[in-house]
């Protein structure tokens, strides 16, 4: 048998159906869902008269509206709208039988930290959400694809999803990291080394020393921004690290299900001589603490380095550096760490997780936020948020003057009330500095959690290798 | 869904990289349980000023571009996240067809879901078709999908590629969910086999 690379793998393994021109139906084993992009979904099966398919590998989960401060079981605190949004993932949950962690659970939060959370993620399986960073879930070994919302109505219905394979890809990072760079600078630096068009049309596998070195929560980080890439989906192959994560997780196999899972596991790696269609390497130890300037995620520079002009780029790339400096209200030949802060957002589900938040207090730990800042953290969900504060990091956080919020996407795409305002300019661990993403005219620098927090402490962006 | 007929319009030259899905259809506008309306709050932050007024030199306030059917859109269009209100209010403005160097994987496919035709051509044709586009309401473009072929105001025909399932669909109107559960049969056989071999699913 010719050598297959993972997603080869996991792609043959969910195949139900094959027609003769290569469309296939890939059987999906978990659907995630959120209350913004499946309204529709449900409406259209109940139009049609149709079930879902498989409630029992449906899970819903409400977030991108959900407001993040206290008390907000009590309605008033949403707009009519987001309200709305809310309710009818409530009854769509109840009425179709699928299962759903409400606002009020402890287990709530963003779904893609609820998902690997509670064990619903697993290695060589296929995930598929309404959102684009179902990317996320890769970091299992696991096929992960964001969908709009006629395939999530086609999921409910079917447990299948209309494919055809994408190429595969891989991104090697060789070596060590060098102390203050995180799992969010590597994948910063990989789109600005490929572009947010560089993984268009392929599935990437992330492999390499540095890749096998990270934590979960660090490959999740990675596998996050797989979609800033432009690729359909990020891998990484399944380890001890992963199984470590996964066991005793409240839907991980159990006893005898569990070796026969970790047996089956253990085969999801890419073979020796596996075919990839493009090949990106970078060197772990030349990976510096990165930052957006501008409002696509590729815009990535170093933090030591300066703000470019249109000139240094060609094509429609001109044009787009022109505007994107103009709406950043950033002059070239500027310093980054000259750029001053007005808020900061730590949280999303790139850096939502217990790691970030440890990263975080490490470096406020015993110090103070600039006075004038605004500065919230928003853990990605309510168990990440009673470790920490189980772990004393809460404390850490609540002396040194941040928001201390609930769980929710909050300010990564502001659909809740924690929005910028016009020209506030943000250092944010999420993964969007589009053009209004935070906030009308909102400005955001994305950075690793530890930068935003050096960011906090300082009031400008800030190489956090000098606050160590 | 609705049938793609052949498309005979003015097309709308928005040269730009990287249009986002951000930019196609701002996030406030996702709080809506319903697939219809969002056209006019297509591109909404370029469109109009906070006020709401009109922004004059936006293409599609221009008089010759109200009507545009068709779109010609710098590299990696529809970026960003995955949601179907970009083609939505796309698709509820009037445009049917979207041209450009690449586009992002999930609008993409949303597209198809829509009645929306996205063509991905090479940098000199879609080069071609912006300055076509540039001309105004009275270069009207033809996009053929049952040939696979756009002719530009001046006649020159260019071929593009389209997947043939998708096109079957477009052209036919067809609803994905109805194609597939006619195989529901391979569907359940999956799902009996992978209950002996990966019964932890
Ligand atoms: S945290 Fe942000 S990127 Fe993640 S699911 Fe929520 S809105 Fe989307």
């Known amino acids: 048998m010719s050598p297959k690379t993972l997603y080869d793998k996991i792609w043959d393994a969910h195949v139900a159906h094959e027609s003769e021109d290569g469309t296939c139906l890939l059987y999906i084993d978990r659907h995630l869902v959120h209350e913004v992009t499946s309204p529709q979904a449900f409406e259209g099966l109940r139009m049609a008269g149709r079930k879902v398919h498989s409630p029992e590998k449906t899970i819903a989960v409400p977030d991108h509206n959900v407001p993040t401060t206290a008390g907000r079981e009590d309605p008033a605190q949403m ?9 009818a993932l409530d009854k769509n949950a109840k009425e179709f039988g699928v299962h759903y962690y409400p606002v009020s659970d402890i287990r709530q939060g963003i779904v893609h930290i609820v998902g690997p959370e509670q064990g619903w993620t697993l290695p060589g399986m296929t995930v598929v959400c309404g959102d684009s960073h179902t990317a996320t879930h890769g970091a299992f070994g696991a096929l992960a694809h964001g969908i709009g919302t006629s395939e999530v109505e086609h999921v409910l219905a079917t447990q ?36 947010t068009a560089g993984g268009t049309g392929y599935v990437i596998e992330y492999c390499g020393e540095a890749i096998r070195d990270l934590s979960m929560e660090g490959r999740m980080t990675v596998c996050n921004m797989a979609i800033e890439g432009g690729a359909r989906a990020g891998l990484i192959a399944p380890d001890e690290t992963t199984f470590e994560y996964v066991k005793g997780r409240p839907h991980a196999p159990k006893g005898a299900q569990w070796e026969a899972a970790l047996n089956w596991w253990k085969t999801l790696y890419t073979d020796e001589g596996a075919h990839f269609d493009k090949v990106v390497t970078l060197k772990g130890e030349d990976i ?59 949280g999303s589900c790139t850096n939502g997780r217990i790691e970030d938040l440890r990263a975080v207090a490490e470096v406020v730990k015993g110090k103070k936020i600039k006075d004038g800042m605004r500065a919230m953290i928003v853990p990605g969900s309510g168990l990440v948020r009673a470790q920490a504060e189980e772990e004393g990091l809460a404390d850490i956080f609540k002396e040194a003057g941040f928001e201390w919020r609930l769980a929710g996407c909050s300010m990564c795409l502001a659909m809740n009330p924690d929005q910028l305002s016009e020209g506030e300019r943000c250092a944010a661990t999420s993964n969007r500095n589009f053009e209004g993403r935070q906030g009308y005219k909102g400005r955001t620098h994305l950075v690793s959690p530890a930068m935003a927090a050096a960011a906090a402490i300082t009031g400008h962006l800030t190489d956090v290798r000098e606050l160590m | ?180 559960m006619e195989k529901a049969g391979a569907i359940e056989n999956y799902e009996s086999k992978m209950s002996q071999e990966r019964p932890w699913v």
């Open chain 1, 79 to 87: 707009t009519e709208e987001s309200r709305i949004q809310v309710e």
């Open chain 2, 1 to 180: 869904m609705e049938k793609f007929e052949k498309l005979h319009g003015i097309a709308a030259p928005m040269p730009l990289v990287n249009i986002d899905t951000d930019m196609i259809i701002p996030k406030i506008f996702l709080k809506t349980i319903k697939r219809s309306g969002l056209g006019v709050n297509l591109f909404d932050e370029m469109r109009y000023d906070r006020e709401g007024n009109e922004i004059e030199d936006f293409v599609l306030n221009k008089p010759q571009y109200r009507e545009a059917e068709i779109l010609v859109a710098g590299d990696n269009f529809g970026c960003g996240s995955s949601r179907e209100h970009a083609p939505w209010a796309i698709a509820d403005f009037g445009i049917k067809c979207v041209i450009s160097t690449s586009f992002a994987d999930i609008f993409f496919n949303n597209c198809f879901k829509n009645g929306i035709l996205p063509i991905v051509l090479p940098q000199e044709q879609v080069d071609l078709l912006m300055k076509d586009a540039e001309k105004g309401a009275n270069a009207r473009m033809t996009v053929d999908l049952e040939a696979q072929e756009i002719t530009t105001s001046d006649g020159e025909v260019i071929p593009f590629n389209v997947d043939a399932f998708k096109k079957h669909c477009l052209l036919n109107g067809l609803d994905d969910i109805g194609l597939t």
């Open chain 1, 160 to 195: 299948t999803l209309i494919q055809k394979k994408s190429k595969n890809m891989k991104v090697e990072i060789t070596g060590k990291l060098k102390p203050g760079v995180t799992a969010k600078d590597i994948t910063l630096a990989v789109i600005g080394e490929t572009g």
């Open chain 1, 288 to 346: 510096q603490p990165v930052v957006t300037w501008g409002t696509s995620p590729e815009d990535v520079l170093p933090i030591t380095a300066t703000v470019p002009s249109p000139e240094d780029f060609t094509g429609g790339k001109v044009e787009a550096a022109r505007r994107a400096l103009d709406y950043m209200g950033l002059t070239p030949g500027q310093k980054l760490t000259d750029i001053q802060i007005d808020t900061v957002f730590i």
